[in-house]
C-alpha cells in the first residue's frame, strides 16, 4: 500500500484504473462531480474501489461543502448553502446560526454515508477576507477567527456523528491567498506574529481533527522558498509545533499549478516536508504513475490509524433522516 489518495476519470472504474489500483494499492481515493450521478452508481463506483484495492476500511473521501463546491447535487441530493450564511446569520442570532449549521451537516454526513463515502473534505477553516482572491470567499464561515473556530468545530463534531471524517482545510489558513492555488502559486508576506494572532487561530483550536489539508501557499515570514505542502518548515514548527495539529496530514491536490517540478519532485517533497499522505485528484493515469512510483510504502503505524478512524466512523448511528430534514427545514425558514 502506499500513502496517496488517487481520484478516477469516469462514473465507473476502467479496466486500466482497476488494474493500476489493483497494483499500487493506495490508501484511499477522492470522487469528484465526474464521478457522481445518481446514489446507485456511486455506491457501486465505491464498492468497486474498495474491491480494486481489496481492503473494507478504505477512505472514500469528497468535496461536500455547500455552495459552489458540492460534488453530489440535484437533482439526487440537496443543495446546501454556502458556509458563509451561517457566519452571516451569526451575526444577527448565533444560536439559531449554530444549530441550523449541526443539522446542515449531518444531512450532509448522511447523504454521504448512505452511498458509502465516509471522510469529507470539510470544514473549510480559512479566515475570509475581502482583499483576497475569491477562490474561498462565501466557502469561509467568516472574518472573525473565534467565530471560525467555533462554527469549525461544529461541523467536526456533526460529521462524526454522522458517521463521516472531517479534513480540517488549508492548513495553515489559505484566507490571505491574492491568487487562486489552482492556477498559480499565491505568496503571504503577512508577519507569523500576525497570522498567529488571526489565520492561525481556527486551526489551533481544532488541532485534534482527524485529517488536515496543506495549502499550497508561500508564507515569506515563515519559509519564503517553499510553499506550506513542500515545506518542513511550515509543516513541522507552524502545523505540528506551533498549532498543535496531531492528525493525518495530506497534501491539497499534487496536479495544481501552484507546484513546480514534475510529479516525482512534489510527490516526494511532500513526504519530505511532512506530510503523511500525498493527494491527486484529477484521475490522470500518466500523472498517477509517476506519484506511485515516488512513493514510499505506507507504515504499519499509519495504515492501522486509518483503518482505526474508519472503524470509529462506522460505529456511528443511523440517522433518522426524515427528523434531521424536518428540523432542519423549520430552522432555515428563518434564515
Request: charged share 25%.
Amino acid at each position: 500500500m502506499i500513502p496517496v489518495i488517487f481520484g478516477c476519470s469516469g462514473a465507473t472504474l476502467t479496466k486500466e484504473e482497476r488494474s493500476f489500483f489493483a497494483r499500487v494499492k493506495p490508501a484511499g481515493f477522492i470522487l469528484f462531480k465526474r464521478n457522481c450521478e445518481d446514489p446507485d452508481q456511486i455506491r457501486a463506483l465505491v464498492a468497486d474501489l474498495k474491491k480494486s484495492v481489496g481492503r473494507h476500511k478504505v477512505p472514500i473521501l469528497i468535496d461536500q461543502e455547500g455552495g459552489r463546491v458540492q460534488r453530489m447535487t440535484e437533482p439526487h441530493w440537496r443543495k446546501y448553502p454556502p458556509m458563509a450564511t451561517f457566519g452571516k446569520v451569526a451575526a444577527k442570532d448565533p444560536t439559531l446560526a449554530a444549530s441550523a449549521l449541526r443539522l446542515n451537516c449531518r444531512l450532509i454526513a448522511d447523504d454521504l454515508r448512505r452511498v458509502g463515502i465516509n471522510v469529507d473534505c470539510l470544514p473549510v477553516l480559512d479566515v475570509m477576507r475581502d482583499d483576497a482572491d475569491p477562490i474561498v470567499g462565501d466557502r469561509a464561515f467568516s472574518r472573525d477567527p473565534d467565530l471560525v473556530a467555533a462554527f469549525g468545530r461544529i461541523v467536526v463534531d456533526a460529521l462524526m456523528d454522522g458517521g463521516v471524517l472531517p479534513v480540517i482545510k488549508h492548513l495553515p489558513g489559505h484566507g490571505r491567498a491574492t491568487v487562486d492555488s489552482h492556477l498559480a502559486l499565491p505568496v503571504v508576506d503577512t508577519p507569523i506574529a500576525e497570522l498567529d494572532k488571526t489565520d492561525f487561530k481556527p486551526f489551533r483550536a481544532l488541532r485534534d481533527a482527524a485529517f488536515g489539508m496543506t495549502a499550497h501557499i508561500t508564507y515569506s515570514d515563515i519559509d519564503a522558498h517553499r510553499p506550506a505542502t513542500l515545506s518542513r518548515v511550515v509543516i513541522g514548527r507552524v502545523i505540528r509545533m506551533k498549532m498543535g495539529f496531531t492528525g493525518i496530514l495530506m497534501s491539497d491536490d499534487l496536479s495544481m499549478k501552484a507546484l513546480s517540478g514534475d510529479f516525482t519532485e512534489r510527490t516526494q517533497g511532500a513526504f519530505s516536508a511532512g506530510c503523511d499522505l500525498a493527494l491527486h485528484c484529477n484521475g490522470n493515469m500518466n500523472e498517477m504513475q509517476v506519484i506511485a512510483s515516488a512513493a514510499h510504502p505506507i507504515s504499519g503505524k499509519l495504515e492501522k490509524r486509518i483503518a482505526s478512524l474508519i472503524s470509529e466512523a462506522d460505529q456511528a448511528p443511523i440517522a433518522d433522516r426524515a427528523d434531521l430534514r424536518a428540523r432542519y427545514e423549520t430552522l432555515m425558514e428563518k434564515f
